[in-house]
């Protein structure tokens, strides 16, 4: 009895095995090309800089918009993305710009979860209504929307692959 229940822990163990990697093997064909697959999203890095407003339209032409950080696995993951294009600063989709002191997402949502860097944001020197991830400050902040610089592009995958 102890040899097959070890023979049918092995035939799970094996099933198991091979199912997770069919699993990531569907995550990495959800995304479309040039995109990374994280946590039920595709993420596009760009490798050109534009304002904030341009930035959000690049996203929407791509199916997307910039990307909402909800979690802290999420903003973790924002840190790696822009140490990963050696971006210094990346446009996130977080902005005031509607009611000052007021920031959204960009989906109309409120902030669940915040990264502010120490001091953010201070409006400073006035009119700093765009979200960016700095990784140097190992948190967000406020910014000019007219600054030129990189983002990140999020799109909902329209399936949630089980077990990654």
Known sequence: AASWLLLQQFKFNCFSSG?????????????????????????????ES???DESRKDC??????????????????????????????????LSDQ????EW??????????????????DDAPGGEDCGEVRPERDGWNDLFCTHSQQWVCEKKTPVHPVGI
Request: charged letters at 20%.
């Open 98 to 101: 509607e009611t000052e002191g």
């Open 19 to 47: 199912f997770n990697k069919l699993l990531i093997y569907m995550a990495s064909h959800i995304c479309p090309d040039g995109w990374t697959y994280f946590s039920s999203s595709c993420y596009f890095m760009s490798s």
């Open 104 to 121: 959204k997402w960009m989906d109309g949502s409120s902030l669940s979860y915040r990264s502010w860097a120490k001091g953010q944001p």
């Open 60 to 93: 929407q032409g791509r199916g997307a918009d910039l990307v909402i950080i909800n979690s802290r696995e999420e903003n973790v993951r924002g840190l790696e993305i822009s140490s990963h294009i050696k971006a210094e600063q990346i446009w996130i989709g």
């Open 50 to 52: 534009k304002s904030w």
